[in-house]
């Protein structure tokens, strides 16, 4: 959709993204080409374009469009960079990334989230997006180390082997603090040395759980 065209609602969308201070072009384009609609429930497409976080199936949620695209434009990424995603929900946040990247491997704990999101994200003709039901603390160990990993659920504290994925040079984005309450977006960055951490701001994301859910 060019700019400056489309229903109000998207162009207000990407307005208030830059007015919050989103100011790369390439994740702004991205967020724009990305349906919203499309992955929220049907009852909530009238607020697709809201800038606040929906409720989805399995009492997940998808982020607010603001929380989406600050953690983008913090992993900085690159045409030829392969990025995990742990936590796929309905799969917008994969869909952005798949924009912006060459390959996008993402792991949802739920069989009914990854299903649909499979489903969505081959709905809309985006195939470099790889969606697997798995433990997002437990990546196989097959998948290799990536150029960029981010986290969409919080976590008590970042594991170890998770860090140990990236390349040197990689960056790392993940929700760290209690599961229930406040907690603060911290970017990790791979070097030759080891890691270095920086705390960026205060977010609330659902709790990121060990294991394949039993149910749904």
């Known amino acids: 959709m060019p700019a400056g065209h489309g229903p109000p609602e998207k162009m207000m969308f990407q307005l208030t993204l830059r007015r919050r201070g989103i100011s790369d072009q390439a994740v702004l384009r991205a967020m724009e080409q990305v349906p919203r609609e499309a992955f929220v429930a049907e009852a909530d497409r009238a607020d697709a374009y809201r800038d606040s976080a929906l409720g989805i199936a ?13 953690m983008t434009e913090q992993l900085q990424l690159q045409k030829r960079h392969r990025v995990l995603e742990i936590g796929t929900g309905s799969g917008y946040q994969a869909a952005i990334l798949s924009r912006l990247a060459d390959h996008v491997l993402t792991i949802e704990r739920f069989r009914t989230l990854a299903d649909g999101a499979r489903e969505r994200l081959a709905r809309l003709g985006w195939h470099n997006v790889e969606v697997l039901l798995g433990d997002g603390f437990d990546v196989p160990p097959d998948a290799g180390q990536f150029d960029r990993i981010i986290v969409t659920a919080a976590m008590e504290q970042i594991p170890d082997k998770l860090q140990e994925r990236l390349v040197v040079g990689g960056i790392l984005i993940a929700p760290v ?12 960055t791979r070097t030759v040395d080891g890691f270095e951490r920086k705390e960026l701001v205060d977010v609330r994301f659902v709790p990121a759980l060990p294991g394949i859910a039993r149910e749904l």
């Open 177 to 188: 603090g209690p599961h229930h309450g406040v907690q603060t977006l911290v970017r990790v």
């Open 58 to 70: 399995c009492g997940q949620t998808i982020s607010q469009p603001f929380v989406v695209a600050y």
